[in-house]
């Protein structure tokens, strides 16, 4: 006991130097062991200090901000918000007048209530409710699957071009044996050659004896890519394509929309193999110095400003195309038409577009185009659109050419012994012109009615750009009536040679030889089938 006072003497004389601090001190945590403090308590006690901080915290920072907020309004109304500052000079005197006639809603209004305020809060309710409900609604339709491109297995037959390269093809109609026309049709962008003409049927091909031959462009489809492609090397494609099919007589060519410009080079390039053009919806470069500036304002006036956009940038920047490609149809996945290729459709063609048959032939054809996933030859086939071709449609034009000058010219004229040279292409040019269209306007046939004076152009008062063309048989009727008369159907086939066995006079036989050097269509024809074969076994 007497160790018990003389320490608590001893605090109070401490306590009396220091003086009262309030803080009560334990005895028994200093050693008896009797009333010391838990882990738990301690633990406790700094729960309740750190929630009391945050909270005190909280409303030192909501007092704060109230005040910012304050001196911010106080700001912009002494600097902005006065009767002289442009802002009011400008939205006060409209809001003023709008405000006097919203006026009398005032009424429905609590009495007690201030209308800046009680509108503001309603304003501001009505905005909350939009967004719930635009929530809301987005969850009760749910967005449409994605269907993404499907690569098919190749299909395709290939031949050998003399630079090493293969061109796939397709063929339709007749055999080449049958055939009483060949037709050959190169394909428009986004395309290959499974579209030639969409919806075709082959009974009507046979019943005019036509084989129609459709072919990938270097880089689309099967075909493989060219190094440094052009429109001559386009036309000189399409030209070996003939002869390793066997078309040793003229043909036809047949192009749609984008396709035309390797049809106007196949007519410029080769045409003494070309029997005449069938051209549905042709384009033109838009950058034709021989346009004239009222056709070509009409042209663009009925493009959308994405479509205008990707021909700048193809003319100008081409560098920039693969980004935008890359985004839209060599995604990976499936999407509308007039997106994929910037256009803008009437009314029939958008309601051909929602029809089941060409939403399955739109999407096969995409997936045969983009197989080998390389932006590429889309790049090229948009700049050779927009780029020099290095020559003009105006060039096409029947002529007579001018004789030359000189004293041997002059002699030759005076004796009569000068022939008059006709110049340009002179088969048959039909041009089927949709008056509806707006991917390629009608002023494009106007253009070419006006350098191609003897060129068929056949108007069409209601159709747009995919309508006359695509899934029509009256229409495809139409273009085969006008283009080769009545039907005749294919040719008669030829009486197979007796090839039996010649007996000798001893009795013997042996075989007979019909020919030692095959001629240059056989050879091309073993060349592709051999090919062919090759590409299998690989």
């Known amino acids: 006991m007497a160790d018990v006072n003389e320490s608590l003497s001893w605090r109070e004389n401490v306590a009396s130097v220091v003086g009262d601090t309030g803080i009560q001190y334990n ?66 005197v409209p809001c003023y ?42 969850n009760v339709y749910p967005t449409s699957l994605v269907k993404k491109v499907h690569i098919h297995p190749p299909s395709a037959s290939r031949i050998l071009l003399p630079d ?87 043909f036809w060519v047949v192009a749609y929309s984008g396709g035309s410009m390797h049809a106007w080079a196949a007519l410029r390039y080769i045409p003494d193999r070309i029997a005449g053009a069938v051209m549905v919806a042709p384009m033109v470069n838009p950058y034709e110095p021989k346009i004239t500036k009222e056709e070509k304002s009409k042209m663009w006036k009925k493009w959308t400003t994405k479509r205008k956009t990707m021909y700048i940038l193809a003319r100008k920047f081409p560098r920039l195309l693969p980004y935008f490609y890359r985004r839209s149809f060599l995604s990976g996945v499936h999407g509308p038409i007039e997106t994929r290729l910037a256009l803008s459709l009437g ?25 080998q996933k390389n932006a590429k030859p889309f790049v090229e086939e948009a700049v050779l659109q927009v780029s020099n071709w290095g020559f003009s449609p105006a060039d096409l034009k029947v002529q007579r050419k001018r004789p030359g000058k000189g004293i041997l010219h002059w002699i030759k004229s005076l004796y009569g012994q000068t022939e008059e040279i006709l110049t340009g292409f002179l088969g048959q040019i039909h041009v089927w012109q949709g008056m509806e ?34 899934f029509c048989d009256e229409c495809h009727r139409h273009i085969f009536s006008t283009v080769f008369g009545n039907p005749q159907g294919p040719l008669a086939p030829e009486l197979e040679a007796d090839q039996s066995p010649i007996q000798n006079d001893d009795g013997e036989t042996q075989d007979t030889i019909l020919s030692d050097v095959a001629s240059d269509e056989e050879n091309v024809s073993s060349l592709v089938i051999s090919d062919k074969e090759e590409d299998y076994i690989d």
């Open 97 to 138: 007048k709008v405000c006097r006639k919203l006026s009398f809603l005032n009424e429905y209004l609590p009495e007690d209530r201030d209308p800046a305020h009680a509108w503001s809060v309603i304003i501001f309710v009505l905005f909350l409710a939009s967004a719930v409900l635009i929530a809301s609604n987005d």
């Open 437 to 470: 269209d707006m991917v390629v306007p009608p002023s494009t046939s106007d253009f070419l009615q006006r350098v191609l004076p003897d060129a068929m152009v056949h108007r069409l008062l209601y159709e747009g750009h995919f309508t006359y063309f695509y």
């Open 347 to 371: 009314i029939r063609d958008k309601a051909l577009l929602e029809h089941p048959s060409f939403e399955e032939f739109w999407q096969r054809d995409l997936e045969e185009s983009v197989r």
């Open 27 to 92: 005895s028994s945590s200093y050693g008896g062991g009797i009333g010391v403090a838990t882990a738990a308590e301690m633990k406790g006690n700094d729960a309740e200090n750190w929630k009391f901080h945050a909270v005190e915290f909280a409303k030192g920072f909501a007092e704060m901000s109230v005040e910012f907020g304050k001196g911010v309004r106080d700001v912009l109304k002494q600097s902005v918000i006065k009767e002289d500052s442009i802002l009011v000079r400008k939205v006060g």
């Open 164 to 250: 090493g390269r293969h061109l796939a093809y397709h063929q339709q109609g007749v055999p080449a044996d049958l055939a009483r026309f060949s037709m050959i049709a190169p394909h428009s962008f986004l395309s290959s050659r499974l579209a030639g003409i969409p919806g075709i049927k082959t009974s009507l091909l046979e019943e005019y004896g036509i084989r129609l031959v459709t072919y990938d462009l270097p880089g689309f489809g099967e075909s493989d890519p060219h190094p440094s492609r052009n429109l001559e090397s386009s036309a000189m494609d399409m030209l070996h394509l003939s002869y390793a099919v066997n078309v040793t007589d003229k």
